[in-house]
């Protein structure tokens, strides 16, 4: 089994797509018209429904590489005319001489109607990225092969320049065409990478108008959905965040509430550091002498005229502290900070900061205002085998880590609500409900809302009585806050209906 999911034997089997990729792969404008009607006629009632013909009327004009046009063949919106300027969502194949043709999705130069509804979703863009960053993970082997942009309606803004110079075979296809094409594929010698391109984006195309693939194909289009949703929201392991914190050292783990990042983080303290180093926990009042030290009062003492007062002395703080254990020994030693982004990170450190560097040229050292005692007395540096393992909830608008300064010192890694555990540790009802929230957000939410999507462990339980209780009790309280609070206000009619969905359980 490859990474495209198809066992050996699967990918030997012709293929629904076969005639289209011919085309593709062909490299000549010879029955142009003709061939393609017979790749498009090949899908219906084969692996989309006889009536999803009616969605699409194919656009392909015979013009046999004159300078009078660009020769293409596309899928469009069948309320468009016969001939002249289209409108809409489009699948494109674009034919050059002696290159494979462009595969692309497009927007009609006439505008977006009459799919101003699907290409205005952040969904849709979302999607479009996810698969151009699955196929160049996939096919790519170091070379940039497919491209998707931000927003595909912004038909104000171009193909980027990079990439019109390193596909430069596709020139014109660029200069006339450009600002509309909003995802594109350029096939390789590989053949499957096309297969895979075409499926994916016809797919989606047909989906979004209404027409998923028959029942036949549907372990085929979920494989391949599997695949390009993974570069959506990846999973992160405890492998990956402990291979980072090796090479990097200092390392952030972001995602929405309920993901698990407080477990994993604890679990990677315990089994793979051995249990040595330690967990702290910031907040508001968190401050530098906290974290790095300052003075401290040790105890009450009489003084000359009758009254109380204290003696201070120094008191190393957090990171101090570990930086001491580590310097102790060889082994590696995790500090772990819970709540990362709920204190001031820039404030805590102060010149502190400097010492945040994975791999120096040179051993950095700052000055301490105190002498705090050994091993550091009063200068500091942070010891090769101290690792600091952050966690940090990205739906926590309070406060956020947006000093760039910090961010360049930590490796972020996100993780991501999990299907495969709500299948594992779930029921029929709370996969239901987590499927249903993930397609809300994926479909609706903006980027800065999309890290607020809650995370699989409001969706565990096997036995269903209790988990209706967890959705009622715990799950929907926060989509009520999100929503008091404006934090998905772009789509919060889908989620007051969803609401009313959980509260009828």
């Not at 989906?207 to 029942?215: D, I, N, T």
């Amino acid at each position: 089994m490859n990474s495209f999911g198809k066992t050996k034997r699967e990918q030997q089997m012709p293929s629904i797509f076969d005639p289209l990729v011919d085309i593709i792969h062909s490299r000549t404008l010879g029955s142009w018209k003709d061939r393609n009607e017979k790749a498009l006629a090949a899908l219906f009632g084969a692996r989309y429904a006889k009536r999803a013909e009616k969605s699409v009327a194919l656009r392909a004009p015979d013009m046999k590489g004159s300078d009078a046009g660009v020769p293409y063949a596309a899928y469009i919106h069948p309320s468009n005319a016969d001939a002249g300027a289209y409108g809409g969502m489009s699948f494109v194949i674009f034919p050059v001489e002696g290159e494979p043709c462009l595969v692309a999705m497009v927007i009609g130069t006439q505008g977006l109607a009459p799919d101003e509804s699907i290409l205005g979703r952040p969904g849709h863009a979302r999607k479009m990225q996810a698969v151009t960053a699955w196929l160049n993970h996939r096919f790519g082997g170091g070379n940039q092969l497919a491209w998707a942009k931000q927003d595909p309606t912004r038909i104000d803004i171009d193909v980027p320049d990079s990439l019109q110079r390193a596909w430069s075979a596709y020139e014109r296809v660029f200069k006339r065409y450009g600002r509309v094409l909003y995802a594109l594929y350029k096939p390789s010698e590989d053949r499957s990478g096309a297969i895979a391109a075409v499926t994916a984006m016809l797919d989606l195309m047909f989906e979004e108008r209404g027409h998923p693939p028959l029942k036949d194909f549907h372990e085929d289009s979920s494989r391949v959905r599997s695949a390009w949703f993974s570069h959506l929201m990846p999973e992160t392991g405890s492998t990956q965040v402990v291979e980072l914190l090796r090479n990097r050292r200092f390392v952030v783990l972001q995602g929405p509430p309920g993901t698990g990042k407080t477990r994993m983080a604890r679990q990677i303290l315990s089994a793979d550091y051995d249990g040595f180093g330690r967990s702290v926990q910031f907040h508001p009042s968190t401050t530098y002498e906290n974290f790095i030290g300052g003075l401290a009062p040790l105890q009450h003492e009489a003084i000359a005229d009758g009254g109380l007062g204290f003696r201070f002395a120094p008191k190393p703080g957090f990171l101090l502290e570990a930086a001491a254990r580590a310097a102790d020994s060889t082994k590696p030693y995790l500090l772990h900070i819970d709540e990362i982004n709920r204190a001031d990170l820039a404030k805590i450190l102060g010149e502190a900061i400097y010492l945040f560097e994975a791999d120096p040229e040179s051993r950095r050292e700052i000055d301490l205002p105190y002498d705090f005692g050994e091993p550091f007395r009063q200068s500091l540096h942070l010891p090769e085998n101290l690792h600091v393992l952050g966690t940090m909830n990205s739906a926590d608008r309070s406060i956020a880590i947006v000093d760039v300064a910090v961010r360049r010192r930590f490796a972020f890694l996100s993780l991501w609500p999990s299907l495969s555990v709500v299948e594992e540790h779930g029921c029929p009802l709370t996969q239901r409900a987590f499927q249903e929230l993930v397609s809300i957000f994926v479909e609706h939410a903006p980027d800065e809302a999309l890290a607020l999507l809650p995370g699989h462990s409001y969706f565990l339980g096997k036995d269903e009585q209790r988990a209706r209780i967890n959705l009622r009790t715990s799950l929907a309280p926060l989509l009520a806050e999100y929503l008091a609070q404006g934090y998905v206000s772009g789509f919060a009619e889908s989620i007051r209906g969803y609401l009313q969905w959980l509260e009828s359980l």
